[in-house]
């Protein structure tokens, strides 16, 4: 069993940057992904960008291109989240994911965290 534990939300203006973590731990191994999907308020849950943690390949929702960047560490089974340049549409709960794919679909993922809140204000 996985478990993924994400940190670093908080409150911010917008403009401002935000980093948020996510440290998988129990049965990892090498060969898996690791992501990030949001939720606004009143909204579905939808993909931000993933990893592979071995290959370290990503890809990113068109929506965050050029302002978020997910790096890992793999020794530490943890991904970050750089947030740059937030904006107010970018208020929501962060999920962190995993499993042995990297893939946009949320259904494709099988361990989730608990979220972390994300709010920006105007």
């Known amino acids: 069993q996985v478990q993924m534990t994400e940190s670093g939300g908080g409150l911010v203006q917008a403009g401002d940057s935000l980093t948020l973590s996510c440290v998988a731990s129990?049965?990892?191994?090498?060969?898996?992904?690791m992501g990030w999907f949001r939720q606004p308020q009143g909204k579905t849950r939808d993909f931000v960008a993933a990893?592979?943690?071995?290959?370290?390949?990503?890809t990113y929702a068109d929506s965050v291109k050029g302002r978020f960047t997910i790096s890992r560490d793999k020794e530490k089974h943890t991904i970050y989240l750089h947030m740059n340049a937030l904006k107010p549409e970018d208020a929501a709960v962060y999920y962190c994911?995993?499993?042995?794919?990297?893939?946009?679909?949320?259904?494709?993922?099988?361990?989730w965290g608990q979220g972390t809140l994300v709010t920006v204000s105007s």
């Open positions: 994911t995993a499993d042995h794919r990297i893939t946009t679909v949320e259904q494709g993922y099988g361990v």
């Open positions: 129990g049965r990892t191994n090498s060969q898996y992904a």
């Open positions: 990893m592979h943690m071995s290959g370290g390949s990503t």
